[in-house]
């Protein structure tokens, strides 16, 4: 009994320097770990969403916008592992959505930042509502404001305006540095991606501090998000309305319309097509599977590269001319069958001896099998690549762009180990063999013709961009002029010869491509005298003739595009 002071007083010294001990051990040691805890718990990180840009059409009409949604998150650090369960059975109840999906979104959202982890998105006023009223019993879960990317009008332009879907996780190791968040959204293609940066803007929000309760106590800081910039381009609204609507006719195929002057892009469209509204919630197994099938609906075929056949024509004309191998008023005379090098070559008749007019109105493969000899293979070549064929055009899309094939001797020899032959001369000159070229290059060949000798630079955003001067002699433009002219009032496309229209220009192809269907194209312009439209067609096997399939194409365009415009004179263009 005596000794129990003492014994409780080395109790009590014991107990309390443990407790120094232990204070010391969380203080000193593990203090700033202890800190960064105890602030977790309290301090609530609430990111707020970047408005991204829209993107307008030349005269500010909207084709991509984003629109409000409701979306379901919960935040991590209010939500250990052990109370997941319960709340994972009370958010599948009120919500109305599987618990695996749940744990299937929890687990692809966590990260290492406590950032809150999206669960469902584009939730309807009735989930929300019924959200509303539970809230103060699901601690830790949050339905918020969120933006999704729409596209008003479906599928038109999807090709050129693209879509956005979120970051991966590898992607996002890569892209946090310039600012994105996990599961942010990035542009894929067309504008969306090329113009990225301009469009996504940047992203703010605010720091709460938090009671045991969950309950916001005061807000540390606070930052507002930045909308991306509108972005206006040089699409037409209503003349991409008429490119889709013409290219319902094929099941493959596009359609370019450009400013010959400027390389401005009035309108650009691509068969099939998809919806990339459809990325903005995610597409379904179905709708992946439909993008998947071997039509490939998410390729822009105005950027892939196709024999041309007879559009090629004017290459071989300007060859011919400017080398001086057919002067613009010599002739040749032209055959049901042409004969060379052992083989024996058609034609879809003889037309007597023609010059370089009669023979683009006529397409006749007779007289350009001759010219193509006459100028030769380097001659031929040199002229398509001045023209811009075999390289891409400069425009915005560049990551999508291929720049065709000229496949002339060092290819042929190279890829093929094989020589070349006159064969491949003459093949060469009316667009077949291994020559493709893609419909964007091909608007461009024909702007260069319309503006008189200017190879533009294709353009879908308004900003400075480079001509270049060809040289072409005045004698080679009169020759294209009058020739293209006659194309339409008495050669291959007089459907185009109509009274509703100005005086349009131009030039018809069918393109063999077997053993599949014919290929048809048409590459034209008007007012033949001064143009102001640059339209090329293409229907992939489409199995009809340039004249029956792609120019009409053209002509519901020009319908549209000079509706309320009183035609000019109709005879050919001067000079």
């Known amino acids: 009994m005596q000794q129990q002071p003492a014994i409780l007083l080395a109790l009590v010294v014991a107990l309390a320097g443990a407790m120094g001990l232990r204070l010391a051990w969380l203080q000193l040691v593990h203090g ?273 590269g196709f024999p041309p056949a007879s559009t090629f024509k004017l290459v071989t004309t300007i060859a011919g001319i400017e080398s001086g191998a057919l002067p613009a008023d010599g002739t040749l005379p032209t055959m049901n069958s042409f004969c060379y090098y052992g083989q024996c070559y058609g034609d879809h008749g003889a037309f007597g001896s023609i010059g370089h007019r009669m023979a683009l109105a006529v397409s006749s493969n007779s007289f350009y099998y001759q010219l193509g000899l006459k100028v030769g293979p380097d001659g031929l070549f040199k002229a398509a690549r001045r023209l811009g064929y075999g390289s891409l055009t400069g425009i915005e899309l560049a990551d999508e762009e291929t720049p065709g094939l000229l496949g002339d001797q060092a290819w042929k020899k190279k890829v093929l180990g094989e020589p070349w032959t006159p064969v491949d001369t003459i093949t060469s000159s009316i667009g077949q063999g291994a020559v493709t070229v893609t419909p964007l290059q091909m608007a461009r060949l024909y702007a260069a013709v319309a503006n008189g000798g200017w190879l533009v630079t294709p353009h879908l955003v308004e900003r400075p961009t480079k001509r270049t001067w060809i040289g072409l002699k005045p004698a080679t433009l009169r020759v294209l002029h009058d020739g293209l002219r006659q194309v339409v009032t008495n050669g291959t496309a007089t459907i185009l010869n109509d009274p509703s229209l100005p005086p349009v220009a131009g030039k018809t192809g069918t393109a063999e491509d077997p053993p599949r269907p014919d290929h048809a194209w048409f590459g034209g312009y008007a007012p033949a005298q001064k143009p102001t439209l640059v339209i090329v067609a293409f229907g992939e096997n489409s199995g009809g003739y340039g004249g029956t399939v792609a120019a009409p194409m053209v002509k519901a365009l020009m319908t549209t595009w000079f509706r309320g415009v009183s035609p000019p004179g109709r005879g050919s263009p001067a000079g």
């Open 32 to 304: 700033s770990e202890n800190r960064a805890r105890a602030d977790e718990n309290r301090i609530r990180l609430v990111p707020r969403n970047p408005m991204r840009g829209r993107i307008l059409d030349r005269h500010g009409q909207v084709l991509v916008s984003s629109q409000l949604t409701y979306n379901l998150y919960i935040q991590p650090r209010q939500v250990s592992a052990a109370q997941w369960p319960a709340l994972r059975g009370q958010l599948a109840s009120v919500i109305g959505i599987p618990a695996p999906l749940l744990d299937q979104k929890r687990q692809a959202g966590a990260n290492d930042e406590g950032y809150r982890i999206e669960l469902a998105h584009s939730l309807k006023p009735e989930q929300v509502l019924r959200f509303r009223e539970q809230a103060p019993t699901l601690k830790g879960a949050e339905v918020d404001v969120d933006y999704l990317r729409a596209y008003p009008y479906g599928s038109l332009g999807s090709h050129v305006l693209g879509y956005t879907s979120a970051i991966t996780a590898e992607e996002y190791d890569k892209l946090e540095e310039k600012g994105y968040r996990v599961q942010d959204r990035i542009g894929r293609s067309g504008i969306e991606s090329a113009f990225e940066s301009h469009l996504r803007g940047e992203w703010g929000g605010q720091q709460l501090e938090v009671n045991a309760a969950g309950q916001v106590q005061r807000v540390l800081g606070d930052k507002q998000a930045k909308a991306g910039k509108d972005l206006r381009l040089t699409l037409d609204l209503e003349l991409q309305k008429a490119a889709e609507r013409a290219l319902d006719t094929v099941r493959k195929g596009a359609i370019i319309a450009m400013d010959p002057q400027t390389g401005a892009i009035r309108a650009m469209a691509s068969r099939p097509n998809f919806d990339p509204n459809m990325f903005s919630t995610g597409p379904t197994t179905a709708q992946w599977n439909a993008l998947s099938r071997p039509e490939a609906p998410m390729l822009n075929r105005a950027f892939q």
